[in-house]
C-alpha cells in the first residue's frame, strides 16, 4: 500500500490541519483569516490527508473551477536539506514526494486541464516537490501587508480630485476593473461589492468623471482590511493610486483595522513597487508551478537517489571532456559554434529551439543534454 494520501469530507479535519500548518497570515478561498468549512464546499473543493503512524502529517487540498485546477495546500511531514548541495534526499521524504507525485497527476488527470501547485514561502515540503520534479514557476502572489494610517500627503494635479463612492460609479469600477484584471465583472456585482455593509469604497475624478477606485474591506474579525485599487491607464504616474490609497488608509484606521494586506502578483511592476514605496512589507508568497501534460510525460525527479546523481555526474565528465577534446574541430558549423559557446557556460540554449532536433542527431554535445 504505497499510496497513503487518502480522500476525505471532513472539512472540520482539513480545517483543524490547516490551522496546524498556517498559523500566520494565508489567502485561502478568498479568506485571510477566521476560515470556516464552508468557504471550502465539497462541489469545488477536494481534500485528502495523509497519514503516518496514526497522525495525520500532511494534507492537500484541490480547488478545480472551468479555467484551472489549483492545489492550493500541500503540506506534508518531511526531513528536508539542510543546505543547496545535500547529497542525498532522506528515502522517507521520497517515498513521500512520490507518492505525492501520483496524487497531483491524478488530480490533473481527473480535471483535464492546467494544474497547477501553488507553495507558500515557508513551505519545505511544498518546495521539494517543486524541485524534485522540476516543475516551472507560472507565477507568485504575494501577500504584503503594514499597519492603517498615514500616507504622506500628495498634492493632485489640476482637475483631479477623490470623492467617496457615490451610486452610478459602479459602471466605471467595473469597466476599469475589468482593463486591469482581464476580468468581466458587471456593474450590478461591482454596486454590490463597493457598497457592502463591510466595505468604503472612493473614487478619483478627472473633472468629475471617474478615473480610479479604492475599495476598502474590513474582513472578518474586524482586525484585517483588504481592497482593491485600481487606476484607469491613461491617468496613472500622477498620485491618484497614492491619494486613494491614503484615503483608503484612513477609513482602515477609523474602522480600527490593525493589519492592511494588499495581495498582489510578483510580476505586477507597478504594484509591487508601489506598495513598497508605501510602506507594505512581504509577509507571504505563494509560488504557483505548472503541472501540465508536458510535465507529467517527462517526470525528471532531481537530487534523488545516488545512483541517478553518480550517472548525472558521468555524464556531466565526459561533457567536460569532449569539450576539451573537440572543441576545435566543432567550431567548423554554425550551430556547433553556437554549441560551444554555450557549452562555456555549461547549458545548452539551443535544445530549447525549433531546429534542437535536427542538432541533437548532430551533434554530439546533445546527447549528454
Ligand atoms: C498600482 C497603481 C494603482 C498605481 O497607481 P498610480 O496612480 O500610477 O500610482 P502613483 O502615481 O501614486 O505612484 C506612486 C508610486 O508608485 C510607484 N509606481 C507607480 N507606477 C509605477 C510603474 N509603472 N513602475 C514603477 N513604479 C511605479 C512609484 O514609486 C511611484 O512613486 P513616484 O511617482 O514618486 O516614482 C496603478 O498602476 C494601477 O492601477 N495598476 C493596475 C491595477 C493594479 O495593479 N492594482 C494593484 C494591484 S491589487
Sequence with gaps: MGD????????????????RWNPGLFELAGQYSHLRPSDFPAERFNSWTHRSGGHFDGFTLAHIDDER?????????????????VPNWDSRDLRRLDETWELVRRIQETAG???FVRVPNDNPFGRLFAIRFQLPLETSLLLATRRPGFVRYVRLPAGYGIRPYGVGDEVAYASIHNRCFNASVDADEMRRWASGPRQESFTATFHGNPVGFFIAEVRRGRRLGDFNLAVSE???GRRIGTALLAAGLRSFERREVTTVIADHWATNAP??????RHGFGIARTYDFFRIDEATLEVPKPVGADPEGRAARLRRYRQLRRFDRVSRREHR??????????????????????STCEDQRTTCPHAVYL
Excluded at 73 to 84: N, P, V
Excluded at 337 to 346: H, I, M, T
Aim: proline residues 1%.
Design 4 to 19: 497513503r494520501w487518502r480522500a476525505t469530507h471532513d472539512r472540520a479535519l482539513i480545517l483543524r490541519l490547516h490551522r
Design 69 to 85: 485546477a489549483v492545489v492550493q495546500e500541500l503540506w506534508a511531514k518531511s526531513t528536508g536539506l539542510s543546505d543547496w548541495n
Design 113 to 115: 486541464r492546467p494544474t
Design 234 to 236: 491613461g491617468h496613472r
Design 271 to 276: 504594484a509591487v513597487e508601489f506598495y513598497r
Design 332 to 353: 567548423r558549423q554554425d550551430h556547433e559554434v553556437r554549441y560551444c559557446g554555450n557549452l562555456r557556460r555549461r547549458r545548452c540554449r539551443n535544445l530549447r529551439r
